[in-house]
């Protein structure tokens, strides 16, 4: 290995770290979030660590060091103080389309999504839970400023302000490209097993 190439690996070597982050389990080990995941950056969860704020489940083989300590990455933690999950869902567009689960409420489609105000604006239709949906621009022109029955048109469900339970296991069906193996047991730990 020639100098410049340890200089290279060198350099490159603590960028590499980024690709660790660690799954924030609440004190009663269920996952703060499912969608998006709960999770921190290594130096975070390393931190937290350090602060005697969490427990460490799981570790990656990967290390980090200073020049008095050296410690494996976190790969789960767990919070020491249970954090209470709010009741009130906040009424963002994120959480409009988790609700209806990233489809258009008219035709089904996912991608790109819009929303769309099943009473209109125009007619006194209100920017509220039960008059929101997720909608695709297709179905969204389509409908314009008039009624269902005007548009010959449906919905797929009625529009209801969820819960934060409910959005937590819409999330669950939703996980990100890449699970760490050892997340899977807290992922999916309170899911009905098959017979």
């Known amino acids: 290995m020639t100098q410049s190439d340890f200089r290279t690996d060198f350099v490159r070597e603590p960028g590499a770290l980024k690709h660790y982050p660690a799954l924030v389990l609440n004190a009663d080990y269920r996952p703060l979030s499912y969608y998006p995941l709960s999770l921190w950056p290594w130096q975070d969860a390393v931190k937290a660590a350090w602060?005697?704020?969490?427990?460490?489940?799981s570790e990656y083989e990967e290390v980090v060091r200073s020049p008095?300590?050296?410690?494996?990455?976190?790969?789960?933690?767990?919070?020491?103080?249970?954090?209470r999950p709010q009741k009130q869902v906040a009424f963002t567009r994120f959480n409009l389309f988790l609700r209806d689960?990233?489809?258009?409420?008219?035709?089904?489609?996912?991608g790109e999504l819009t929303f769309d105000h099943v009473v209109p604006r125009a007619s006194g239709g209100v920017?509220?839970?039960?008059?929101?949906?997720?909608?695709?621009?297709?179905?969204n022109l389509r409908k314009g400023s008039r009624s269902l029955r005007e548009s010959g048109m449906s919905l797929a469900k009625t529009p209801r302000q969820?819960?934060?339970?409910?959005?937590?296991?819409?999330?669950?069906?939703?996980?990100?490209?890449?699970?760490?193996?050892?997340w899977v047991d807290f992922l999916y730990w309170d899911a009905e097993l098959e017979a």
């Open 101 to 110: 689960e990233f489809c258009c409420q008219y035709c089904g489609a996912k």
């Open 127 to 139: 920017t509220s839970w039960e008059n929101v949906v997720a909608a695709c621009s297709p179905c």
């Open 51 to 57: 602060l005697d704020r969490v427990d460490i489940v």
């Open 162 to 182: 969820p819960v934060a339970a409910q959005l937590h296991n819409v999330g669950r069906k939703f996980p990100p490209n890449h699970l760490h193996e050892s």
């Open 68 to 83: 008095s300590t050296m410690i494996r990455i976190p790969s789960v933690v767990v919070l020491k103080d249970y954090v």
